[in-house]
């Protein structure tokens, strides 16, 4: 009498519910690493508009502020944003005075400038938005924020709630001071914040 061969019905039930726990598994991480997508994207995005920023300050030295190559000299630099959040976006970011194609002063070139790399901001980072503080004397510190929709308090509840940002206080060091927000800025729940700074 011959044995007939091949694969029995739960064999074939034990093999789908293995490949069905992989693929889940593998569903799970691919929404994991969409949630920190984001987040990665916008700090690359941050570190390149810094240096745009930055440049645009080197080039335009005169109006950065107090150097101390004028002593005694105090100047307000025309590179300072202070706008809250609310401001920010509102603002249509219109260019009043292209200084690529027209003939500027420093004035001019530095009120173009921070619109251009404003537009940038906004359109490298989800409701992108900046605070600049300092001159080239002491150096500048930049501040970009951006709203982060995952970032909330209990990702899996029903109704998961946008955490409120950290707040600079003066006191943070480490990553703490390189991620909290300005105060004045009054960014919403769900918004992020990444600090640097530099000497032109």
Do not use: H
């Amino acid at each position: 009498m011959t044995r007939s061969r091949g694969v029995t019905l739960v064999e074939m039930m034990v093999a789908v519910l293995v490949l069905s726990i992989g693929l889940l598994g593998i569903a799970g991480l691919q929404a994991a690493t969409s949630k920190y997508k984001i987040n990665t994207w916008a700090r690359s995005s941050a570190s390149m508009l810094l240096s745009d920023f930055s440049e645009r300050v080197r080039v335009n030295a005169d109006a950065a502020g107090t150097s101390f190559a004028e002593e005694g000299v105090v100047k307000t630099s025309l590179y300072l944003l202070g706008d809250n959040w609310t401001t920010q976006q509102a603002d249509p970011l219109t260019i009043s005075k292209n200084c690529e194609t027209s003939v500027c002063t420093t004035a001019e070139r530095a009120t173009y400038d921070l619109k251009i790399w404003r537009q940038r901001v906004r359109a490298g980072l989800p409701q992108g938005a900046g605070w600049i503080e300092g001159d080239r004397r002491d150096g500048f510190n930049v501040t970009m924020m951006w709203f982060d929709k995952n970032q909330v308090d209990d990702p899996n509840a029903d109704t998961p709630v946008l955490v409120a940002p950290p707040i600079c206080t003066g006191s943070e060091a480490g990553m703490a001071q390189q991620t909290c927000c300005p105060e004045d800025a009054a960014v919403p729940d769900g918004a992020r914040c990444i600090r640097f700074s530099f000497i032109p």
